[in-house]
């Protein structure tokens, strides 16, 4: 698909590579190179960058905490993003994702496998007269409202855009949207203001047996913190697309290897928690959209034009 888009260009350098110390020696002569959230563009790498000649960085990925973008300025490297691919892709796995807790799949395809059709160890919980708390009421935040509804549950939402609103949700403080929800869903940004939002004094400040979703970023979340809270009963699950210390492993086939992190491997061994592999977005539609943006934004800076996805 991406080769098919592309077929105009003939300078292209695909590799798997992670964007490092070495990698980075691939983009000499290049006007423009395509990173994802994985790749880290610290300082360093951008002054790299701009000695190969890079003008140009397209990152395919809506959020950009993974670039330095005052050093991309110190450089005079642009940077464009993928603003919105398919916000409902996101929306829906997280919902996939409640709904796979709320009524214990894992367990049940575990039994079922081995022929046990019992259900005492099954019982699940109504999504219905809920309460969901949504942190962040941006693209994604906003379709995974519009599918919580659905379910009869009562919105909670707090964003700190005060601007922003749902017809279906009552916007509140951050502080009562902790204390009042069931359930809450992440659907912020990382930035220095967000980064470890949820830490040890706002998961005491949650209902006991409270539900954590976070498909947005890893490091949201103090996930030895949320841990701890899980095995001592003041959280009832955890769901997870993503995970602070995932860049080593997430994407790649670690199955032959296995992984060298405690606390990587406690979470994926906890029968209250469910983790995907950062695989929300992973759908044909945002996979094509990834793709389609991306050219624009190569055909934009060609022209020396620019749009909303640029970012400095």
């Known amino acids: 698909m991406i080769v098919e888009k592309f077929k105009d260009y003939n300078d292209l350098v695909y590799t798997s590579q992670l964007l490092d110390e070495q990698s980075v020696e691939l983009s000499k002569g290049m006007d423009v190179i395509s990173v994802f959230s994985r790749d880290k563009l610290s300082r360093e790498i951008l002054k790299k960058l701009s000695i190969n000649g890079v003008r140009l960085i397209c990152t395919r990925s809506t959020g950009f905490n993974h670039i330095d973008l005052d050093a991309a300025d110190e450089f005079n490297i642009q940077v464009a993003r993928v603003s919105a691919y398919s916000p409902e892709a996101i929306a829906e796995h997280t919902m996939a994702i409640l709904l796979h807790l709320s009524r214990k799949l894992s367990q049940s395809e575990k039994q079922i496998s081995k022929f ?20 962040g009421l ?33 916007n509140v403080t951050l502080d ?12 912020i940004p990382l930035n220095k203001s967000s980064s470890y939002l949820i830490d040890y004094e706002e998961i005491q400040k ?84 990834i793709v389609s943006t991306t050219l624009n934004n190569v055909q934009l800076f060609e022209k020396n034009q620019r749009d909303e996805n640029f970012l400095n």
């Not at 890893?218 to 699950?237: D, F, S």
């Open 176 to 187: 009562r949207l902790l204390q009042e929800s069931d359930i809450i869903s992440l659907h």
């Open 138 to 170: 941006g693209n994604i935040g906003q379709k995974f409202a519009n599918i919580a509804s659905g379910f009869g549950s009562k919105l909670l939402a707090y964003d700190q855009n005060s601007d922003q609103g749902h017809p279906n949700c009552l």
């Open 206 to 289: 949650m209902k006991t047996g409270a539900v954590l979703l976070n498909t947005s970023r890893g490091q949201l979340i103090n996930t030895r913190e949320a841990l701890a809270a899980l095995k001592a009963g003041k959280l009832k699950y955890l769901g997870l697309d993503v995970y602070e210390n995932e860049n080593p492993y997430f994407f790649q086939d670690h199955s032959e290897t296995g992984i060298d992190d405690n606390l990587l491997t406690e979470l994926i061994a906890h029968d209250r928690v469910f983790l995907t592999g950062h695989q929300a977005f992973l759908t044909d539609l945002a996979l094509d959209n």
């Open 116 to 135: 046990n059709f019992d259900l005492d160890n099954l019982v699940g919980f109504n999504l219905n007269n809920k309460t969901i708390g949504i942190i």
